[in-house]
């Protein structure tokens, strides 16, 4: 009954860089197998520069130089036909995006031209594929800014007149304007209060349900995670090592580094410090064999060291990449005696 | 006592749009806070988005002149226009770090060059030894190196390395205050509890008051002193960061901590506002009202009936 929407297969998208006649390479993406269903709301997160905004910058066919597909699919199966954007040309994505595959970027300002006014911005996004007339255009904008709590005259300002939260509500409603069926987005709320926040954050999940639109999104904040998502998926060092269904990754992670994860925020009237993790991040040059966590892990065994754990079923809806995944033991235990769903 | 940072009835409004649709945004409304040149503390400012956190930073970088009162940094009045010198100096004392990386660093500009520029312009620092050693230190406090960094530009880097690259090039000119506009939104966990512990360690060790922007409580309430919360350009509540977050008593501030996201209910997405408390968060917005101080030692914005 459930419909997958995306299907990534053994993805690897790596930066080929050269300097100065040394050859450099990032593998950002290192052979990521996923797939994506129809309504839902999927959360990835993971460490600091493991290759999330890399992995979403695929699924949103936003691939520049120097980062190259080495490998692998990533299929849509959107309502005006299939789609695979690793090989699809610039046309072919000009013809579905805004409409059926929406990106917000990292760092809001970037998609807003700084001596554009936000009105014409919105044009040069939303006239075209919403196809309305002048006055039913206008209305349709106003309409959805209302719900994203800015005010009319937003489209008169310029970029650097807003508020850092008001320019990243403002590209969450160029992303969600035309009612796309797939939207991916980097950090949507991080730069907002917790109160606006919060009011987006029903926003977007209220779109995505009108809609039956599926949605992809990559934050930190891990209470974010815990309240807006279906499924949660973690990477680390270019790898999905850990997904499953939200209250199952928080609960019952099967994967250390998820454990520590999901484990390592304080809380309000909380000052005791909490535990980084050892040991430094890990290159994407030249990543770890074996289980690229094993250096760092609480839990590694000999075998980590050389085999790489493939990411396999275990349990309903949920796959690790851990050889010891029996073993994992959540850090956190739930506050409320609940049944789990 | 003597004062390292004096801010003084300041106000800023801004005048919006072309000649036709002339509107003006009183970003900041009469904000008054002082920090103490003996005792460095970590000052933070959480608040509404758009309710001036980011414009009364930037009076405090003398980067916008306040439309109203004064600003004086340990006392010389910096609020007006001065000479390039003067300015200069004042820069190495105030740095910033600001709220988004990819906004902070020139896009075509590698990292390293931008360290180094700041490391000729305030430290006037020429040897290339000399240069490498300021900025591999100031790297290393925020745990990165020279090596890492060199010859990259600002796209090549994530968000997370970028952020500690802006810290450690705000520490270039050992500033005894570095004002901080969420420097931390955009890193992991890990991270995130390593920067904030940086800047308690900047305080603690180093002796530098920071003012620290956030929309995170946790970690305000983990690391402040005291804290100032801001509703449409008006500091609604000030005080010691744990009595104010412990028991907030203005609405805006109750209902600020009320809606923090907790992983408590994960699953079950909980994203719903008490709609009373929202409208009393709201319900005075317009009025000035004015700052009472209470026997804890805070201070709360209180109207008149309306
Ligand atoms: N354009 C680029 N050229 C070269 N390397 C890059 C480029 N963009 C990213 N990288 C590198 O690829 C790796 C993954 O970066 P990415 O931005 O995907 O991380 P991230 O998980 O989104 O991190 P963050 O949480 O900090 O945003 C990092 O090592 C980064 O330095
Ligand atoms: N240069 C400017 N011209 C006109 N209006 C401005 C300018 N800079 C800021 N404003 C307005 O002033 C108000 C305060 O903005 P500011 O950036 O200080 O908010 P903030 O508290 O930092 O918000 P956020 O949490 O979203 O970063 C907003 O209404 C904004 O639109
Ligand atoms: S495979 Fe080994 S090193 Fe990797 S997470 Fe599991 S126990 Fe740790
Ligand atoms: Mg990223
Ligand atoms: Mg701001």
Redesign the interface.
């Known amino acids: 009954m459930t419909e997958d929407l995306l299907k990534v297969e053994g993805l690897k998208a790596y930066?080929q860089?050269n300097?100065f006649g040394v050859e450099r390479e990032v593998r950002a993406v290192d052979d990521i197998t996923m797939t994506i269903r129809k309504n839902e709301i999927y959360g990835i997160?993971?460490?600091?520069?493991s290759g999330k905004?890399s992995f979403i910058k695929v699924l949103a066919a936003a691939i520049r130089p120097p980062m190259r597909i080495v490998a692998g699919s990533v299929k849509y199966d959107f309502k005006n036909g299939p789609i695979d954007v690793a090989t699809a040309t610039p046309a072919q994505i000009e013809a579905v995006r805004w409409r059926h595959l929406s990106y917000i970027m990292?760092?809001?300002?970037?998609v807003l031209n700084p001596v554009r006014r936000i009105g014409r911005t919105f044009e040069d996004f939303a006239r075209r594929p919403l196809g309305l007339s002048g006055e039913a255009y206008r209305a349709r904008v106003l309409n959805h800014l209302e719900r994203l709590k800015l005010p009319a005259?937003v489209l008169?300002?310029y970029p650097h007149?807003?508020?850092?939260?008001?320019r990243q509500r403002v590209t969450i409603g160029l992303a969600t304007v035309c009612h796309p069926e797939f939207v991916i987005a980097d950090?949507p709320t991080?730069?907002?209060?917790?109160?606006?926040?919060?009011?987006v954050?029903?926003l977007i999940?209220e779109i995505q349900q009108d809609m039956g639109s599926s949605v992809v999104f990559v934050t930190?904040?891990?209470?974010?995670?815990?309240?807006?998502a279906d499924r949660v998926g973690i990477i680390y060092a270019g790898r999905l090592v850990e997904e499953g269904?939200?209250?199952?990754?928080?609960?019952a992670p099967k994967h250390p580094y998820t454990a520590?994860?999901?484990a390592?925020?304080?809380?309000?009237?909380?000052?005791a410090?909490?535990p980084?993790?050892e040991g430094r991040p890990p290159s994407l040059a030249s990543p770890p064999s074996g289980c690229r966590f094993h250096p760092r892990c609480p839990l590694a065994i000999d075998k980590c060291k050389t085999d790489v754990p493939p990411l396999i079923q275990v349990a309903n809806d949920h796959r690790s990449a851990c050889w010891r995944w029996q073993d994992v033991e959540p850090l956190?235990v739930?506050?409320?005696h609940e049944v789990m769903? | 006592m003597s004062t390292l940072l004096d801010v003084r009835n300041v106000s800023k409004r801004f005048t919006m749009g072309g000649l036709l649709s002339r509107k003006t945004v009183d970003a900041v409304q009469d904000a008054s806070l002082s920090l103490s040149a003996e005792t460095p503390e970590i000052f933070t400012i959480i608040g509404e988005s758009g309710s001036g956190k980011t414009t009364l930073a930037r009076m405090i970088l003398g980067l916008e002149l306040p439309t109203d009162g004064e600003i004086s940094f340990r006392g010389k009045t910096v609020s007006h226009r001065v000479g390039r010198q003067e300015r200069l100096e004042f820069m190495a004392n105030v740095q910033p770090v600001f709220q988004n990386p990819f906004e902070a660093f020139n896009p075509l500009k590698r990292i390293d060059r931008y360290l180094e520029s700041t490391a000729k312009r305030f430290l006037k620092l020429r040897h290339r030894d000399d240069l490498d050693a300021a900025m591999d230190s100031a790297l290393q406090k925020v745990g990165l190196s020279i090596a890492e960094v060199r010859g990259r530009f600002p796209h090549e880097m994530s968000g997370g390395q970028l952020q500690r690259a802006a810290i450690a090039r705000a520490l270039i000119p050992n500033p005894p205050l570095l004002v901080a506009d969420e420097p931390v939104s955009m890193v992991d966990a890990s991270l995130r509890m390593s920067i904030v512990n940086l800047l308690k360690s900047l305080r603690d060790d180093l002796r530098v008051s920071v003012i620290y922007i956030t929309h995170d409580l946790a970690t305000a309430y983990y690391i402040s002193n005291r804290l100032i919360i801001m509703q449409r350009g008006r500091i609604v509540e000030m005080g010691d960061a744990r009595t104010v977050l412990d028991n907030p008593e203005h609405p805006y501030s109750r209902l600020l901590k009320a809606s923090v996201l907790s992983t408590e209910d994960a699953g079950s997405g909980k994203l719903i506002t008490d709609p009373g408390m929202a409208e009393r968060a709201t319900a005075l917005i317009r009025q000035p009202g004015r700052l009472v101080a209470r026997p804890d030692g805070r201070s709360v914005r209180v109207y008149e009936r309306a």
């Open positions: 930066y860089m300097y997160a993971g460490e600091s520069s905004t990292q760092g809001s300002m970037s005259d008169n300002a007149e807003l508020s850092g939260g008001m950090e991080t730069a907002l209060d917790v109160v606006v926040q919060k009011e954050l029903g999940r930190h904040d891990m209470t974010v995670h815990a309240n807006m269904p939200t209250r199952q990754m928080f609960f520590h994860l999901v390592s925020l304080p809380r309000i009237g909380d000052t410090q909490r980084a993790l956190v739930p506050q409320r769903a």
